[in-house]
């Protein structure tokens, strides 16, 4: 029985008791398990230590070579819910499993040779897995892990010191190991002889990069969710809550608080009139929905504690209401979801007690008339019927499933299609 998502592990679930980075592991062994069982030549490359891979790492993810089942191996991760992700490398394939209950995503790499970089490969046998000591030095020099992995992975050691008398690093290669400049380091290996160029792998990894960024802009890679709710709903709680994701969150507040931007703190700070302070806060409203949007763009779940378009009011035909509406719908471009949090009005009001249950329904009236007017899709919730818990629950689960209908390759088309799978 294999159930990735509940971390059954054979026919035996994860105790409550174990922690998440147990399950996580275990998780990880059920993969490499069946992996290993339909392609018996599969080489586990890097993993937790307790899995016996080549080179052991940290928990986080699983390397492993799979030079005969791939399509098989691919199958089954979809099977189990993982989602294919983009990497530029054409010589692995990335599968991401995300869950909201486990704070960090379970990711494999499924590597059709192993390869390093843009597609080095070793210069006696690129077809032979390398040994412990020189994996790591190749992961953290050409993947641009960094000198300091690779010291870390090595009990605190420069390379010279894990190898034998005769080397390559000579007095050069010290210093230039000294620098922690990755780029220059991997010139020196060529130059060494120690790895070559794959060159096709080499010119596919630079045309998925190209691709893939073009891709970005023009479609947005992340999501952009946003609270709606008069104050006592929890939308910082909320927001916080969704902190927690498997994923990268930023959370952005847009009330008249946490000021980003210079001119909206000197114009407070100076007490400038009223319409002054006015402009600026619009202003410093635009830059952190600006900001967000392209967070969102680069792949990253942006959640809006309180919504963007709520200063929005059609009810009021005035020509100063007018004129402020269109300063407000300079930041109030549409999100890709939102939650309208509402309730029962009066157990809002017993929540904060800083506003009448009376008023409380006003502001979610207009905020109602600003979904309808602005045709704005969205989810509503009643957070009154439900504990905090419940709606914490199902929001997590909604935004998570429409992140990985975003990030998954399958949603790719056309030539993006052809060259980024």
């Not at 032979?128 to 050409?142: E, K, N, Q, S």
């Not at 471009?333 to 008023?359: C, H, N, Q």
Request: proline letters at 6%; glycine letters at 6%; hydrophobic letters at 40%.
């Amino acid at each position: 029985m294999y159930m990735v998502g509940d971390a059954v592990v054979g026919n035996s679930p994860v105790e409550k008791g174990a922690t998440l980075r147990e399950a996580e592991v275990d998780r990880y062994a059920l993969v490499w398990d069946r992996i290993r069982q339909l392609d018996p030549q599969a080489v586990l490359l890097r993993g937790p230590e307790r899995l016996h891979p080549l080179q052991a790492t940290a928990p986080g993810d699983l390397d492993i070579l799979v030079p005969t089942g791939l399509a098989e191996a691919r199958a089954f991760l979809k099977e189990q819910g993982f989602e294919r992700v983009y990497k530029p490398q054409a010589y692995l394939e990335r599968y991401r499993f995300r869950s909201p209950e486990v704070p960090e995503p379970c990711t494999i790499d499924l590597y059709q040779a192993e390869r390093w970089g843009l597609g080095f490969r070793l210069t006696p046998n690129g077809h032979v897995p390398a040994d412990a000591r020189l994996a790591c030095l190749l992961h953290a020099v050409a993947d641009g892990k960094g000198t300091a992995y690779f010291e870390k992975q090595q009990n605190g050691r420069p390379p010279w010191q894990t190898e034998q008398p005769g080397s390559f690093w000579g007095p050069l290669g010290q210093a230039l190991w000294r620098t922690g400049r990755t780029g220059i380091l991997t010139l020196y290996l060529l130059l060494k002889g120690v790895i070559r160029p794959d060159l096709p792998m080499v010119f596919s990894n630079l045309c998925r990069r190209v691709a893939f960024r073009t891709w970005q802009l023009t479609r947005k890679t992340g999501l952009e969710v946003a609270l709606l709710g008069v104050d006592g709903v929890g939308k910082s709680s909320l927001s916080n809550a969704l902190l927690q994701l498997p994923a990268p969150v930023k959370a952005v507040y847009m009330g008249p608080h946490d000021y980003q931007t210079r001119i909206m703190r000197f114009a407070l700070k100076h007490d400038l009139p009223l319409p002054v302070r006015q402009l600026a806060f619009r202003y410093d409203l635009f830059v952190r929905r600006l900001h967000g949007s392209l967070l969102a763009r680069r792949g990253w779940i942006v959640v809006y504690d309180r919504h963007p378009a709520e200063r929005l009011d059609p009810r009021q035909r005035s020509f100063r209401n007018a004129i402020k509406s269109v300063l407000d719908r300079f930041y109030a471009w549409p999100v890709d979801v939102t939650f309208w949090l509402t309730g029962d009005y009066r157990t809002i009001y017993l929540r904060k007690k800083e506003f009448s249950a009376a008023y409380l329904q006003v502001i979610d009236q207009r905020f109602q008339s600003v979904l309808e007017r602005y045709r704005i899709p969205f989810e509503k919730i009643d957070v009154t019927q439900n504990d905090l818990v419940s709606v914490t629950q199902l929001i997590r689960n909604r935004v998570l499933a429409k992140y990985q209908e975003r990030v998954s390759m399958d949603r790719l088309s056309g030539i993006f299609k052809t060259i980024l799978t």
